[in-house]
C-alpha cells in the first residue's frame, strides 16, 4: 500500500551501505519529502492492492526493465519487500515506500533475513507516495503494483521527476495519461498446478515505460 500520509523519502546518497533496518534508524530520523506531512483526505485502498506482488512477476519485472548493477529500483508501494530483495540479489540498489509499518517491519525483516550482502543494499522507508519528492531517490528503475487511481497520481509525480531513460514496469494496469500511451506490454505466462486453481496468465501483465527528456512523451523500451 502505497499512500495515506507520512515520511519523506531517504536521499540516495544517504543509504548506501546501510541495512534496511539500520537505514531506517540511522540519525533517528528519515529525511522528509519535500512535500511532507499528512496527505489528503483519500482511501488508501483505492490507490493500491493489499496483496503483495506475486513471486512469479518479481524476476520477470526486473529482467524486461534490465535491472541490474549499479540500478537503483524503487518500488512504490513495496508491501513484504520481495520485489526489493529480488532486485538487491541482482547487485541493484532497492528502495521501498510503504505506507503501513507493519509492512515495513515485514520489509526489512525479509531484506535481513536474506543475508548481509542483500540487507546492505536495502532502503524501507515508511511514507505517502504522494507527498514524496523522488528525485531525491535516483531511481533508474521504478516497479509500480498500484490500482488506477494510484498509477494516475503517482505516474504524474513520476513523469516529472525521473531522469531521462528511467525504465517504469506497471503490473496488471496501464499508466493512465497521453504521456505514458507508448508502450510495451508482455502476459507473463502461469500455469495452475492445483486443481480448480485460476489460471491467470491472462490478465498477469507488465508494461514497460522509459521517460523522455522533459515535455516529450514517455517511450516504449525497446525489445
Known amino acids: 500500500m502505497a499512500t495515506a500520509g507520512g515520511q519523506g523519502l531517504m536521499p540516495a546518497s ?11 534508524d540511522r540519525g533517528g530520523a528519515l529525511a522528509q519529502g519535500r512535500s511532507g506531512g ?3 483526505a483519500r482511501d488508501p485502498a483505492s490507490f493500491s492492492p493489499v ?7 518479481l524476476g520477470r519485472a526486473l529482467e524486461l526493465a534490465g535491472a541490474g548493477a549499479g540500478d537503483t529500483v524503487l518500488d512504490v508501494g513495496c508491501n513484504d519487500g520481495r520485489m526489493l530483495v ?42 505517502d507516495a504522494l ?4 528525485r531525491i531517490v535516483g531511481a533508474s528503475v521504478v516497479f509500480l503494483y498500484l490500482l488506477p487511481k494510484g498509477l494516475a497520481a503517482v505516474g504524474a509525480r ?3 521527476a525521473l531522469p531521462q531513460g528511467a525504465r517504469v514496469v506497471s503490473f496488471l494496469f496501464k499508466i493512465p495519461g ?3 500511451e507508448a508502450l510495451r506490454e508482455e502476459t507473463v505466462g502461469v500455469t495452475s498446478g492445483a486443481p480448480g486453481k485460476m489460471d491467470v496468465s491472462g490478465v498477469s ?3 514497460l515505460y522509459r521517460v523522455g527528456r522533459v515535455g516529450e512523451t514517455s517511450t516504449a523500451v525497446d525489445a
Open 14 to 24: 544517504a543509504g548506501e551501505g546501510a541495512g534496511g533496518s539500520a537505514a531506517a
Open 38 to 40: 499528512q496527505g489528503a
Open 51 to 57: 496483496s503483495a506482488t506475486p513471486e512469479y512477476v
Open 86 to 127: 529480488a532486485a538487491a540479489r541482482l547487485g541493484c540498489r532497492a528502495v521501498g515506500l510503504e505506507l503501513l509499518p507493519e509492512a515495513c517491519a515485514k520489509a526489512r525483516a525479509r531484506a535481513e533475513a536474506a543475508g548481509p550482502d542483500v540487507a546492505a543494499r536495502v532502503e524501507v522507508v515508511c511514507g
Open 131 to 134: 507527498a514524496q519528492d523522488f
Open 158 to 160: 513520476l513523469l516529472r
Open 178 to 180: 497521453e504521456e505514458w
Open 205 to 207: 501483465k507488465l508494461h
